[in-house]
């Protein structure tokens, strides 16, 4: 039995980490095998705060032994990486990855790189954002950061579409063979807007920029997901973006429209397997020289 192993956060109410993440690829038709990295009650967003706790770097490791010993290891398609609740986690993430591609040569690693973002409520421990910067995500094969993460990455300003593009040929000398910027703020404040860097092209996504009254927690984490799982039903990286961007449009309009701010992915499930709204990729075909 193939599967995709998925290390993140995971929630008990809502969804944020694995638990934006494990449903939305097993809609898709694929089993799901969650490590979390911490147990919440819910996410850290609520004013009321929050319980449960983080798990070590050896919780991860006796799992990922587990796996090894039923042979899961070479059956597994792809590494999903998200939050990690320390940088002693972070090395057992690399550990990891190292063993599933020598179990299976095949399979992915795709690189959510959460770093901290005060002003959004994510604070990451310490030695994290380097060890995801020098590490994990040059070994990665498909990198998914915001715009802050992508240009800590590529170490350059980006205050522009021409900014992005040149920071994701710098993400792209540096290991990753794909970099989906998940929110490339800087472009508009009334749409959204996200990139996809191959070494054969870039494509920018764009939609609505709905107004809630409390930001969803966990779109980044959904856009991975599907966008992991498109890749590995054997569609183009062009394919498994636009249906990624569709897709997650419609996860919001159903959010939106419910008048809520925990993601409706249950409720919009058919979303992950036919998207409602098509919203048509723009080509970018001139990259000017960094």
């Keep these: 039995m193939q599967g995709i192993l998925t290390i993140q956060s995971h929630v008990s109410f809502g969804h944020a980490g694995n638990s934006s993440a ?17 147990q919440f009650s819910n996410h850290t967003q609520y004013p009321q705060g929050w319980t449960g706790r983080a798990f070590t770097a050896d919780d991860i490791r006796e799992l990922v032994r587990g796996l090894a010993n039923i042979g899961a290891l070479e059956k597994c398609q792809a590494v999903l990486t998200g939050y990690q609740g320390s940088a002693e986690q972070c090395l057992a993430v690399e550990e990891t990855v190292q063993q599933v591609k020598q179990a299976n040569r095949e399979a992915l690693y795709v690189c959510d790189p959460v770093m901290s973002a ?21 070994m990665a094969d498909v990198i998914v950061p915001n715009q802050f993460e992508l240009s800590q990455f590529a170490e350059t300003e980006i205050q522009s579409l021409d900014d992005a593009l040149l920071a994701c040929q710098r993400a792209l000398a540096k290991g990753p063979n794909m970099v989906l910027v998940k929110h490339l703020y800087c472009l508009s404040d009334t749409e959204f807007h996200m990139l996809l860097a191959t070494h054969e092209g870039f494509f920018l996504a764009k939609r609505p920029q709905f107004e809630f009254s409390r930001s969803p927690v966990g779109v980044g984490d959904l856009i991975s997901a599907v966008f992991t799982a498109g890749l590995l039903k054997g569609w183009s990286p062009k394919q498994a973006f636009q249906h990624c961007h569709d897709a997650c449009y419609g996860i919001l309009a159903a959010t939106y429209q419910a008048e809520e701010w925990e993601l409706q992915t249950i409720a919009a499930q058919q979303e992950f397997v036919q998207p ?3 919203l048509p990729l723009e080509e970018i075909r001139q990259v000017n020289a960094a």
């Design 22 to 38: 494990v449903f939305p690829m097993q809609r898709m038709g694929f089993e799901v095998w969650p490590i979390h990295t911490v």
């Design 276 to 278: 409602s709204r098509h």
């Design 118 to 138: 005060p002003d959004k409520g994510c604070i990451v421990a310490p030695g994290i954002s380097e060890y995801l910067l020098t590490r994990l995500m040059p």
